[in-house]
């Protein structure tokens, strides 16, 4: 089992940038795909971005292709997203998540594929 904890949400401008990170517990944290996935009120949770176990690969929405990276660092059982050039429409809580599954189209950018879930950082754009 796995604990995460996200950090680095907050308050910035259109055109801004923010790094998230996923803290995670246990000493397992290289064996599980890690994801992104964000939320607003009455939508359904969205998938943002993915990597697989060791970094090898990663995987992107199409709406935050060329402005988010994801990155981890198993030494420190951490994963980040850097997200630049924001926008109003990224605002949204994000959640990272975790699965032991193998990273197949079915399984990396759908949220019920995930077993573990942070509880959530805000991220908030203005115009």
């Known amino acids: 089992q796995v604990q995460l904890v996200e950090s680095g949400g907050g308050l910035v401008q259109a055109g801004g940038s923010l790094r998230l990170s996923c803290a995670a517990s246990?000493?397992?944290?290289?064996?599980?795909?890690m994801g992104w996935f964000r939320q607003t009120p009455g939508k359904e949770r969205e998938f943002v971005a993915a990597?697989?176990?060791?970094?090898?690969?990663?995987y992107y929405a199409d709406s935050v292709k060329g402005r988010f990276t994801i990155s981890r660092d198993n030494a420190k059982n951490t994963v980040y997203l850097q997200m630049n050039s924001l926008k109003p429409e990224d605002t949204a809580v994000y959640y990272c998540?975790?699965?032991?599954?193998?990273?197949?189209?079915?399984?990396?950018?759908?949220?019920?594929?995930?077993?573990?879930w942070g509880q959530g950082t805000q991220v908030t754009v203005s115009s």
């Open positions: 998540a975790a699965t032991l599954r193998s990273p197949s189209a079915d399984v990396i950018d759908t949220p019920r594929r995930y077993d573990y």
């Open positions: 246990g000493r397992t944290f290289s064996t599980y795909t």
């Open positions: 990597i697989t176990r060791i970094g090898g690969s990663t």
